[in-house]
């Protein structure tokens, strides 16, 4: 099972931006598409963004328009820019792959990572 390793994460203030990445622990890793998910303190896991190799996305209604996912193929690292954040943006976010279409819907990942945790302080 691959590894992901996520990173980038940290504590911002509202309005704020933060850029988190992810990359696999294996150079010869590769995933046609891959996604950010995050979980808030006490719920269940929900997806964020996800995206393939042709650059097709997908996101969630809640982070529409403020968030941007990219995957940059020559180093098989997943980004998700984050601007104009919110308190409720506060959450453990993972990364994850082995998907064969962009989804936000966790069951269609195979692979995933160990998380970093985004806070936003209200």
């Known amino acids: 099972q691959a590894q992901l390793v996520e990173s980038g994460g940290g504590s911002v203030q509202a309005g704020g931006s933060l850029r988190l990445s992810c990359s696999p622990s294996?150079?010869?890793?590769?995933?046609?598409?891959m996604g950010w998910f995050r979980q808030h303190a006490g719920k269940q896991r929900e997806g964020v963004a996800a995206v393939d190799t042709d650059g097709l996305t997908s996101y969630a209604d809640s982070v529409k328009g403020r968030f941007t996912i990219s995957l940059d193929n020559a180093n098989n690292t997943l980004y998700l820019q984050m601007n104009s954040l919110l308190p409720e943006d506060t959450a453990m976010y993972y990364c994850?792959?082995?998907?064969?279409?962009?989804?936000?819907?966790?069951?269609?990942?195979?692979?995933w990572g160990q998380g970093t945790e985004v806070t936003v302080p209200s």
């Open positions: 994850a792959a082995d998907c064969v279409t962009p989804t936000v819907m966790e069951q269609y990942f195979g692979d």
């Open positions: 294996r150079s010869t890793y590769r995933s046609y598409c």
